[in-house]
C-alpha cells in the first residue's frame, strides 16, 4: 500500500484491511488442510466439522497474533528475528488445537485430525511470513524505483563477509543517504564466486579488479573486509588510481559501533587500515562493560590527550554517574568537555595538575572517585632527554600522589597507563614510567584499592608521534625525516587501545602489569614509504631522509623483559606480567634522591638516580646520539 494511500486511510482502517488479510488466510487455510487431506473429496462429517471450525480458528488466530506481537511488526521490516515471532504465534495456537484433540471426547467437533493441524498450522505460517514478505519485497523495490541509481555511485565492494554484506544490505535500504549502488563483491575465496550475497554476485577475485571495473563501469571501490593485506591494498590502489576510480573503505568495529555507518564514514584508506588490519573482537561486551561501570564515579587524568580523550568517550557510553575529566591545560579540558561531555552520562571539568597535592587532595574529598584512570604523563622522549627533572615531577611524583590520595580516598581500582619504553628503559621517560609501575606495585599490597598498570605501544594517530608527523611532511612536499633504515614500533588505533585499557582494568588487584598484544612491529622505513604511496606520489618527488637515532631512542621496543615471567588472562589481546620486586626501603632512597636532585635541578642526579634503581637504565645509553646531525632534532623522526 502506498503511503499517500495509507495516509488517506487512517492507521485505524490499514489495520482493519490487514486483520481481515489474516482472517480470510486463515480460513484459507483451514479449508486448504482438508481439501489435501481427503483428496478433495470430503465426508460428510469431516466437511461440517471444517465449515464450523474454519471462521472459529480464523478468529483464534487473529486473537493469538494480537497477543504475541505480531500486529505490532512493521510490514516492510520483516526479517528473521519477525519470522520467528510468527512461528511463537502459529505453534501457540496449534499447541492448545493439539491439546483438544487428546481431551475432547469422541465425536466432538474440536476433534481435528492431527494431519489438518499439522498442515493448516504450516499453511497458515507460511502466508502469515509470505504476506509480510512480500510487502517489504514491495517496499523495497518501489524504493529502489524512486531512488535512481543514477544519484548513487556505481560501487564495488571488496570483501563478501559480514561487513560487505552490511554494506550491502545498507546501500539497498538507504542508496541515497549513503550515495552508494552497489554492482558486486570482489573476494580472494576461490568457493564465493559466482555465489550471491544479498542479490549481489561474487564477480571474481582481487586479480580480476581490472576487467570487473570496465564491464560493471564501478567508479569507485570500498574494502569492506579487515582482512585484506595491506599489500593487496596499495596494490588495489596502484591499479585503481590511474583509472579514475577512488578506494576507500569503512571504519573499524569500534568506530561503527559509536558513530554508525553513514556516508561520512566511508573514506579514503589511510594508514592507520594498513597497520590494523587484523581486529579482535572485544572479550567483553558493551553489556559487561556497562554493568561493571554503570553508575559509578570515574576520573580520567591526561583527559584531553590521545588515550585520555578515547577512554573519556568511551567510558561516557557505559553510563556513568559522574565522569570526571582532570587535565592541567585549559584548551584540551574544553575540547575534550566539548567533544565527549553531550553523549551520555554526566562529564565534569577539573582542570588541576597531579603534581598538586593539596589541589587534588581537595578534589577527592569532594568528588569521591571510585574508579581512576591515570592517563597524565609526559611521553615525548627526546623532550625529556633534555628535562629529565620535569619528567621526574610528573611521571614519578605525580603519579604518586595520584596513588596515595587515591588509597587515602578509598578509591575501589586504579589503573595507570604505562609504556613499552618502561621494558629496559634506554630513555629517562621510559625510566619514569617503570619507576611509577614501581611505586604502583609496592603501593597495591598494603591498599584496599586494586591497583594495576597497562603497557603498549605506540596508538595510530596520537598528537606529536610519527603518523601525522610524517603526514604533515608529505603535504609539505617532504623530506619525511627517519632516525633509521631499521628502526621498529608497536602500533595499535586509539579506540582499541583505549577498550582494551577498560577491559584490563576489570583485572587489576593488586599492583599487575598487564600488557596487550600490540600484534608485529612495523618498520618505521616501510611506514613512511607506504604512506607516501597512499599520498599518490612516490619516493623520487617525496624523499626519505635518515637523520639518526636521538637521545634515548631504541631500534626497537619491547613489551617485557627476559626476566618477566607472562601469563594469559580471560581477556583476549591482555595479558599478565610478573615484573621484578623491590624492597620499599630501595624505593624510598631513589625517591628521596630524586626529590633532591630536582630541587636543585640536577638532571644527571635524576638520571643517577634512575639508574642505580636498577631497571636496566644507564644514563650514558639514554644521553647516547648517533647519526651524521647529533645537535638536531627532526620533528617527523620516530
Known amino acids: 500500500m502506498s503511503p499517500v494511500r495509507k495516509a488517506l486511510l487512517g492507521p485505524k482502517a490499514v489495520r482493519v484491511i490487514q486483520l481481515a488479510i489474516d482472517f480470510v488466510m486463515a480460513m484459507l487455510c483451514v479449508v486448504l488442510a482438508y481439501l489435501v487431506r481427503f483428496d478433495a ?153 559466482g555465489m550471491e550475497v544479498n542479490g549481489l554476485k561474487v564477480l571474481g577475485t582481487l586479480e580480476d579488479i581490472r576487467d570487473v571495473i570496465k564491464n560493471t563501469d564501478a567508479k569507485q571501490v570500498i574494502i569492506t573486509s579487515s582482512a585484506v593485506p595491506s599489500k593487496a591494498i596499495l596494490e588495489l590502489i596502484d591499479i585503481c588510481r590511474p583509472m579514475g576510480v577512488p578506494v576507500r573503505t569503512v571504519p573499524g568495529l569500534l568506530e561503527l559501533l559509536d558513530k554508525g555507518l553513514s556516508a561520512q564514514s566511508l ?60 587535565e592541567r591545560d585549559e584548551n584540551n579540558l574544553f575540547e575534550v568537555h566539548r567533544e565527549v561531555e553531550g553523549t551520555a552520562g554526566q562529564g565534569i571539568t577539573v582542570l588541576a595538575d597531579i603534581q598538586d597535592r593539596k589541589e587534588l587532595h581537595k578534589i577527592f ?91 603498549f605501544g605506540n596508538v595510530l594517530g596520537s598528537r606529536g608521534s610519527v603518523i601525522p608527523i610524517f603526514r604533515e611532511q608529505i603535504r609539505k612536499g617532504g623530506p619525511v625525516t627517519v632516525t633509521h633504515p ?37 618498520k618505521i622505513m616501510d611506514l613512511a614509504r607506504q604512506m607516501i604511496h597512499l599520498s599518490g606520489a612516490n619516493e623520487d618527488q617525496v624523499k626519505i631522509q635518515i637523520m639518526g637515532s636521538r637521545p634515548g631512542e631504541k631500534l626497537f621496543e619491547e613489551l617485557k623483559t627476559k626476566d618477566e615471567g607472562i601469563s594469559d588472562t580471560s581477556l583476549r589481546k591482555v595479558f599478565r606480567v610478573q615484573p621484578e620486586e623491590f624492597s620499599q626501603s630501595t624505593i624510598d632512597e631513589t625517591l628521596k634522591r630524586m626529590d633532591f636532585a630536582i630541587r636543585a635541578t640536577d638532571h644527571d642526579g635524576i638520571r643517577a638516580a634512575l639508574e642505580d634503581l636498577g631497571i636496566g637504565f644507564t644514563k650514558q645509553e639514554s644521553r647516547m646520539v648517533t647519526g651524521s646531525h647529533p645537535s638536531y632534532e627532526p620533528p617527523g623522526s620516530a
Open 41 to 193: 473429496v470430503l465426508p460428510e462429517a469431516f466437511a461440517q466439522q471444517m465449515l464450523i471450525m474454519a471462521p472459529v480458528i480464523a478468529v483464534a488466530r487473529l486473537v493469538t497474533n494480537r497477543i504475541v506481537g505480531v500486529y505490532r511488526v512493521v510490514w516492510r521490516y520483516v526479517g528473521v528475528r519477525e519470522a520467528i515471532l510468527f512461528g511463537r504465534a502459529v505453534l501457540s495456537l496449534s499447541a492448545v488445537l493439539l491439546v483438544l484433540r487428546f481431551v475432547a471426547p469422541p465425536g466432538s467437533i474440536a476433534k481435528l485430525p492431527f494431519s489438518i493441524i499439522v498442515m493448516e498450522a504450516t499453511f497458515f505460517y507460511l502466508g502469515l511470513a509470505g504476506t509480510r514478505l512480500l510487502r517489504r519485497i514491495l517496499h523495497e523495490s518501489q524504493k529502489a524505483t524512486n531512488e535512481s541509481s543514477s544519484d548513487a555511485t556505481a560501487t564495488l565492494l571488496i570483501g563478501a563477509g559480514q561487513n560487505g554484506l552490511a554494506i550491502a544490505k545498507e546501500s539497498l535500504k538507504h542508496r541515497a543517504a549513503l550515495g552508494i549502488h552497489a554492482v558486486g563483491f570482489l573476494d580472494d575465496d576461490q568457493t564465493k564466486r
Open 486 to 522: 631499521d628502526a621498529t614500533r608497536y602500533f595499535m588505533t586509539i579506540p582499541e587501545a583505549a577498550n582494551l585499557v577498560i577491559q584490563a582494568s576489570t583485572l587489576g588487584d593488586c599492583g599487575e602489569v598487564f600488557v596487550l598484544d600490540m600484534g608485529q612491529p612495523v
Open 267 to 326: 573514506r579514503d584508506v589511510r594508514i592507520e587500515d594498513l597497520l590494523s588490519r587484523d581486529p579482535v573482537p572485544p572479550s567483553m561486551s558493551m553489556d559487561d562493560l556497562r554493568g561493571i561501570f554503570s553508575g559509578k564515579r570515574i576520573m580520567v587524568t591526561g583527559a584531553g590527550g590521545s588515550i585520555g580523550r578515547e577512554l573519556c568517550r568511551q567510558l561516557m557510553a557505559l553510563s556513568p554517574s559522574k565522569l570526571f575529566f582532570l
Open 365 to 455: 574529598k569532594e568528588h569521591k572517585p571510585q574508579i581512576v584512570f591515570h592517563a597524565a604523563a609526559y611521553k615525548h622522549v627526546p623532550m625529556m632527554e633534555r628535562f629529565p627533572t620535569e619528567s621526574a615531577k610528573n611521571n614519578v611524583f605525580g603519579t604518586k600522589t595520584l596513588a596515595e590520595l587515591s588509597d587515602e580516598h578509598g578509591v575501589e581500582s586504579f589503573l595507570m597507563i604505562s609504556t613499552d619504553k618502561a621494558v629496559n628503559p634506554s630513555s629517562v621517560m621510559g625510566a619514569t614510567k617503570r619507576m611509577a609501575e614501581v611505586i604502583i606495585q609496592n603501593l597495591a599490597p598494603h591498599s584496599k584499592t586494586k591497583f594495576s598498570c597497562v603497557r
